[in-house]
């Protein structure tokens, strides 16, 4: 299975901050990488694909890049509704595979 | 457009099998452009596919789950099914159905997702 690596695990930040998330997979998977946002006791949404796709109404404060092994997630200009857990997901090879999560709290 | 609901049994006992409906409306479950599929959530740890099933019936499972796993679908209710079988207290989850696309760069990602079913294993 592809290992997928998120850092930092958490993180507090203020409102307006700029604000990245690193996931790593253990072997390369292209550009098949998605982003999902998750909110307590909600679903996760689905904010990016394809590495860098912004999903339709998802805002573009939200943005990623990457390909190969190492990828980001950035948000520019944190808002309130933006406090939540980010988990990065390979879609490269079954099984799919997801990050542990990175917990964006309010500093 | 697409929407899913996770129904089934809040509370299961070990070593009995979970079973699970997600009820797709918007959308075909026949349709030759979606896969449909399971995914869970133990309480504060993260996601873990369990899953996949095509409209042909052909099914995707994580191997780490394999030999408890079934998933089934009915296409004249428009509904697909999980099962898990010879439960511990380590399938204690919230699982989510979701719908991923067949084809394009888009295959394996997830959206959307159902409201999640909170699945507790317990005597």
């Known amino acids: 299975d592809i290992q997928m690596t998120q850092s930092p695990s958490s993180l507090s930040a203020s409102v307006g901050d700029r604000v990245t998330v690193t996931c790593r997979a253990s072997?390369?998977?292209?550009?098949?990488l998605s982003w999902y946002q998750q909110k307590p006791g909600r679903a996760p949404k689905l904010l990016i694909y394809s590495a860098s796709t912004l999903q339709s109404r998802v805002p573009s404060r939200f943005s990623a890049s990457g390909s190969g092994t190492d990828f980001t997630l950035t948000i520019t200009s944190l808002q309130p509704e933006d406090f939540a857990s980010y988990y990065c997901?390979?879609?490269?090879?079954?099984?799919?595979?997801f990050g542990q999560g990175t917990k964006v709290e309010i500093k | 457009q697409l929407q899913l609901q996770e129904s089934g049994p809040g509370l299961v006992k070990p070593s009995e099998t979970l079973s699970l409906t997600c009820t797709v409306s918007g959308g075909f479950i026949s349709s030759t452009s979606y896969y449909w599929g399971w995914i869970r959530q133990p309480p504060g740890k993260g996601l873990e596919w369990i899953g996949s099933?095509?409209?042909?019936?052909?099914?995707y499972y994580n191997p780490s789950l394999k030999s408890r796993v079934t998933i089934s679908a009915d296409t004249s209710k428009n509904h697909f099914s999980l099962k898990l079988s010879s439960l511990t207290a380590a399938d204690t989850a919230v699982y989510y159905c979701a719908t991923s696309p067949a084809a394009g760069i888009a295959t394996g990602t997830f959206d959307p997702w159902g409201q999640g079913a909170l699945v507790t294993v317990s005597s």
């Open positions: 072997q390369s998977i292209s550009n098949y």
């Open positions: 099933i095509y409209y042909s019936g052909s099914t």
């Open positions: 997901q390979q879609s490269y090879t079954a099984p799919w595979t």
